[in-house]
């Protein structure tokens, strides 16, 4: 089984999703963070990138799905 190394949280500015990109950091993984306080991913995201592989931010609301696919995008590339 592989592990994945590119992992995309949605919700990641608070709560669980925030718990998860720790966890996923703390393990080098590479991480695409979105939510729509983009203050607290910019944090987070200075928090996270000593040990995680990549860390990139994008503001997000997921209730705009016109904006879903085009973020998503964003972050994978
Ligand atoms: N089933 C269970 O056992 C269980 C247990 C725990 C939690 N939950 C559920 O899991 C969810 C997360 O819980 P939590 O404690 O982590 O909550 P939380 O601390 O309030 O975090 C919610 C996250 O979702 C983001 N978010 C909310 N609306 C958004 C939107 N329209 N677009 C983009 N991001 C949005 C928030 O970011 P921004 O505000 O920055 O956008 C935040 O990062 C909740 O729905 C909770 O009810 C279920």
Redesign the pocket.
């Known amino acids: 089984m592989t592990t994945r190394q590119k992992i995309l949280i949605?919700?990641?500015?608070?709560?669980?999703?925030e718990g998860m990109a720790r966890r996923y950091a703390a393990q080098g993984r590479s991480l695409a963070l979105?939510?729509?306080?983009i203050d607290?991913l910019d944090e987070l995201a200075d928090e996270l990138r000593p040990a995680a592989a990549q860390v990139a931010v994008a503001e997000?609301?997921?209730?705009d799905t016109d904006a879903v696919p085009v973020v998503f995008g964003k972050l994978r590339d």
């Open positions: 949605t919700g990641a500015s608070s709560g669980l999703g979105a939510a729509r306080r607290r997000l609301d997921v209730a």
